[in-house]
């Protein structure tokens, strides 16, 4: 699998992939290529947000609750 970002140009998004791994498939310009999306998560983000407004819970109850909010991830 490779990760890339999107990238604006135009009025259109890009994909960039890295130059090794077009090497790796000799890939040329203008070739036509087939792509599967999948839009990633930023799991550390969602989690920053999390502790907000718990201060006066133990941090036991917040690790409880942080491990129990991110099992969907894992």
Not at 56 to 68: V, W
């Amino acid at each position: 699998m490779v990760m890339s970002k999107t990238r604006k140009w135009g009025n259109s998004l890009v994909v960039l992939i890295p130059k090794d791994e077009a090497r790796k498939l000799n890939l040329k310009e203008n070739e036509e290529v087939s792509l599967e999306i999948k839009q990633s998560r930023n799991v550390l983000r969602e989690l920053f947000g999390f502790a907000k407004g718990k201060i006066n819970k133990s941090t036991e109850q917040i690790i409880k609750e942080a491990r129990k909010d991110t099992s969907k991830y894992f």
